[in-house]
């Protein structure tokens, strides 16, 4: 946590211009940005019936191409 105080006569532009530069040399910014599209991790199983949905989906995609029944654009 960054935090500033505001010194004797100091104007707030100032204040503000010290602010900003502790927060770059912080760090904060640059960690909030890399969790920014941070995605939570699917375990195994999760993982593995969605790879199986998606494989009998592509089957069932295929059978339906191969029956005539699916255009398939390219």
């Not at 699917?42 to 029956?67: F, G, Y």
């Amino acid at each position: 946590m960054v935090e500033v105080r505001r010194k004797e006569g100091e104007s707030t532009e100032s204040m503000v211009r010290r602010f900003t530069r502790k927060v770059q040399q912080s760090g904060v910014l640059i960690r909030a940005r890399k969790n920014r599209y941070r995605q939570k991790i699917k375990s195994k199983n999760v993982q593995r019936t969605n790879a199986l949905k998606r494989a009998e989906m592509r089957e069932e995609r295929e059978e339906l191409r191969r029956m005539g029944k699916l255009d398939v654009i390219r």
